[in-house]
């Protein structure tokens, strides 16, 4: 018996030798103490415990998805986040490392990066119920596959920039009901297919900056309706399709500079009641359509510049509720504008506006005369706050835009002027004009001298004071006007009345008003 039981004992030593001989891979060894292994990892404890709860791991040389190292999780399951990167450019992950995440089901934030996972299979980080942030910048991930990622109630951020995606199935994202933001920056992205993101109802932030997307259609962004940030930046978009961003009603910024966009439907922005921030400079438009903002008008801030815009109507901005608003502001800097006369609003803006940095904007805004020789002396490339209505081409009796009840009682236009209605012309014919050479330089705000302020806009300001004897005045002059008189030359009467028309404009004030109307009407005589 005896002899027996030592032959059972070195029998059983024998198959434990065989099956794990000493040094083999099989062993599974310690993972915050790993020595001689393909992967090297860094454990930190928690404060309240001394428990591991980061993990960070280092790829060093070729890692086959069975490797035992990845077993040695499953003796750290407090383990709350996992990092996995590859030491050098010689040996990196080709797959994602499933055994390991099976064994840490309190995981909330796992990063993989600097890998080669390729085409993520369906399902590839499935159970991982607590995972709050994935991210998984870096790693040449060419395709998503159905159900990729998906089934993870938690999760609220996705990180997928810097990879080689071309296309955004519907599908790939699939039941993540706590996702709020979801990075796909500097990939390769040239088509999203329809209800892409329909199941990211909580989403709030989607960025695709820096991809290829040539077009977008009405569907695809249905279900975002809770985003308010859309980044768009750096894209190959060149028209705009209507109601485009429609899915998403709580929009609130949008970027989409430095794309190749030409063309916009009339109802693009519809459906957008909370935009407040809109970003199109460096793109291609030459003709933006009237009531273009009328779906979102409440925008602050709008950047429109270093396009091709060879005119802006008053009926394309129009809709904007809030132009007048001191926290309002509009770029339009950098593009081809045509001097004439539907650019007049802009003189009329520039002087309601309670907003110095916008009435700064507005002051650099340039033109460009078609016909050189109708242009005034030494003024082919001109600012247009330093035109006057006739320069522009303006008749007297021009329409002038409507700002409505939109202006604050206190907010009286500087330059006096009645409101009329918009221009009738909603479409700016660019093949009927030569391209004008794009002017961009600035001159500083301490260096602008617009005809106004030339012209006694001290005095001007005094007139308001006095507006109620004004409009009799003019009431009078209306009355004699000559033939030859246009608004320029009514405009520039009043500009240039210098000390003189304060003074007159103090005796108005002050004496009987059959006098003093007399005396003004002797003196408009003569200004004539």
């Known amino acids: 018996p005896a002899m027996s039981y030592k032959v059972f004992l070195l029998g ?16 599974v060894p310690e993972l915050c103490h790993l020595v001689d292994q393909p992967m090297y990892c860094r454990c930190d ?7 591991v709860a980061d ?13 035992t190292v990845f077993q040695s999780f499953d003796r750290q399951r407090s383990v709350v986040s996992v990092a996995f990167n590859a030491f050098g450019n010689e040996y990196k992950l080709d797959f994602v490392p499933t055994t390991a995440l099976r064994y840490t089901p309190q995981i909330e934030r796992l990063k993989i990066s600097q890998a080669e996972l390729g085409d993520l299979k369906p399902s590839s980080f499935h159970n991982l119920t607590r995972l709050a942030l994935l991210s998984l910048d870096s790693n040449e991930i060419t395709s998503l596959d159905s159900e990729a990622i998906a089934d993870l109630p938690r999760l609220k951020k996705l990180e997928l920039g810097d990879n080689k995606l071309r296309r955004l199935r519907a599908g790939s994202l699939k039941n993540l009901p706590s996702l709020t933001h979801l990075f796909l920056e500097r990939n390769q992205l040239e088509i999203i297919d329809d209800g892409a993101f329909e199941e990211l109802g909580s989403l709030r932030e989607l960025e695709l900056s820096d991809n290829s997307i040539e077009k977008l259609t009405e569907q695809s962004f249905r279900g975002l309706s809770n985003v308010t940030r859309l980044d768009l930046f750096r894209n190959k978009l060149t028209r705009l399709e209507a109601r485009v961003f429609s899915g998403m009603p709580l929009l609130a910024e949008l970027d989409l500079k430095y794309n190749a966009l030409s063309e916009l ?13 809109l970003y199109m400079a460096y793109n291609r438009l030459r003709v933006l359509p009237a009531h273009m903002f009328q779906g979102a008008p409440n925008l ?11 005119t802006l109507t008053w009926r394309t901005v129009q809709d904007l509720a809030k132009i007048h608003a001191e926290s309002f502001d509009m770029s339009l800097t950098g593009n081809k504008f045509s ?16 907003n110095a940095k916008f009435r700064r904007e507005l002051r650099h805004i340039k033109c460009e005369f078609d016909n050189p020789a109708a242009a005034p002396a030494n003024m082919t490339g001109s600012k247009v706050v330093r035109l006057n209505f006739k320069q522009l081409g303006c008749t007297e009796d021009h329409e002038r835009p409507s700002f409505g009840d939109r202006l604050h009682p206190t907010d009286t236009p500087r330059s006096g002027l009645s409101s009329a209605r918009p221009h009738d012309d909603e479409y700016y014919d660019a093949s009927d004009e030569d391209d004008a050479d794009d002017d961009t330089g600035g001159v500083g705000y301490a260096e602008e001298n617009s005809l106004r302020s030339q012209h006694g806009k001290g005095q001007i300001r005094e007139e308001e004071d006095t507006s ?12 004699q006007k000559a033939p030859e008189k246009d608004a320029t030359g009514s405009s520039n009467r009043q500009k240039s009345s210098g000390a003189s028309s304060g003074f007159m404009l103090y005796r108005f004030a002050c004496a009987p008003v059959f006098f003093p109307l007399l005396l003004f009407v002797v003196s408009g005589s003569s200004w004539r």
């Open 265 to 277: 439907d009339a109802l693009a922005f519809e459906g957008l009641p909370q935009l407040t921030v």
């Open 339 to 354: 001097c004439d006369c539907r650019l007049a609003w802009i003189m009329h803006l520039e002087n309601i506006t309670r």
């Open 300 to 310: 602050v801030s709008v950047d429109l510049s270093q396009n091709q815009l060879l």
């Open 55 to 67: 993990v960070t791991c280092y790829v060093g040389r070729k890692l086959p998805p069975d490797h």
């Open 45 to 51: 404890s928690s404060d309240a415990k001394d428990e």
């Open 12 to 27: 059983t030593a024998l198959v434990i030798a065989v099956a794990h001989p000493a040094g083999s891979d099989d062993a």
């Open 468 to 479: 109620s004897v004004r409009n009799e005045v003019e009431a009078i002059l209306s009355q």
